[in-house]
């Protein structure tokens, strides 16, 4: 019987030190039966998305040796960007692929938030399937009101308490979010204007949050150094609400306000199936090839 294989998708705040983003990505290369799938880097949003898989005990070894070297590495006290973040390694996601299940994930993901809480002194919430607390299972949850925001809960509020590690951010690293969830797709659609609520505006139509569409979150970010602004979203259930339906909307939107799009993008790798869907649609894809399928990713790991 084949082992189960599990992704992580590490988000980490670094987007523009190639030196500590070549760290990071060597620290998930250099462990036996983890391989690294995708890596995406981000100027403006100063982050990086690293995509990795393997074995259950691989990928946990690799998730654990990137929070190491991120925390020696990142100051957050030295970082700006676009986008909200409370740590070094932001956000730390396992999920499910290949004869993987959830609850494996959500073991995995209390296994090296206890590690990293216990071995690095960083503290930790669980999120989405691996915490059992409902006013923070949500990842937008836990980051409302970025980092000072959140140590002022942690140390005022008992219900903020984390799950692993101690009761105050690291002084360097700040906190981590590790849970378990099912695939999103991390997908931003950039707009040929300046104004920056522009693209908040549609943002906040379109979001589930707002009674927008379902399974999608988003927000309105500036780019300059595109001289642009971006419509950032995660989808969280592309069957529910596809790609196509998440551009024509925004497109529509946009269109209202006198702006087009110049193009799309994806964060990280994406499933075959949401590619059928969208086959026959003109979401001027910003270089998408076969490469950026999960699939395809897997599939030339496993043959070496």
Not at 38 to 52: E, Q
Not at 58 to 75: E, G, P
Not at 223 to 245: D, E
């Amino acid at each position: 019987m084949a082992e189960p294989i599990i992704e992580c998708v590490a988000n980490c705040s670094e987007g523009r030190n190639a030196e500590t983003i070549h760290a990071l990505a060597e620290a998930i290369r250099t462990v036996k039966g983890a391989s690294l799938l995708d890596r995406h880097v981000d100027v403006d949003h100063h982050r990086c998305v690293l995509s990795f898989a393997g074995s259950p005990d691989a990928v946990a070894q690799a998730a654990f040796d990137l929070v190491k070297t991120s925390t020696r590495l990142i100051d957050l006290n030295q970082h700006s960007g676009q986008h909200p973040r409370i740590g070094a390694t932001d956000v730390l996601p396992f999920i499910p692929l290949e004869g993987s299940t959830m609850s494996q994930c959500v073991d995995l993901a209390k296994k090296v938030g206890k590690r990293v809480g216990d071995e690095l002194g960083i503290p930790v919430f669980l999120y989405e399937e691996a915490s059992d607390q409902s006013h923070r299972k949500r990842l937008e949850d836990i980051r409302r009101g970025g980092l000072p925001r959140l140590a002022s809960r942690m140390e005022s509020d008992l219900s903020w308490k984390p799950d692993f590690g101690p009761a105050s951010p690291h002084p360097t690293a700040g906190v981590m979010v590790i849970g378990a969830r099912h695939p999103l797709i991390a997908y931003n659609i950039l707009l040929n204007t300046h104004d920056l609520t522009i693209a908040q505006a549609i943002a906040k139509k379109i979001r589930t949050s707002n009674g927008g569409l379902p399974a999608v979150k988003a927000l309105g970010m500036e780019l300059k150094t595109k001289g642009a602004v971006q419509v950032s979203m995660n989808l969280t259930n592309f069957r529910q609400t596809p790609l196509h339906v998440v551009f024509e909307t925004v497109k529509a939107e946009a269109a209202q306000r006198g702006v087009s799009i110049v193009n799309s993008e994806l964060v990280g790798l994406i499933p075959q199936e949401a590619v059928n869907q969208a086959a026959a649609h003109d979401l001027k894809w910003d270089s998408l090839n076969s490469w950026h399928i999960l699939e395809t990713r897997l599939r030339r790991c496993a043959e070496g």
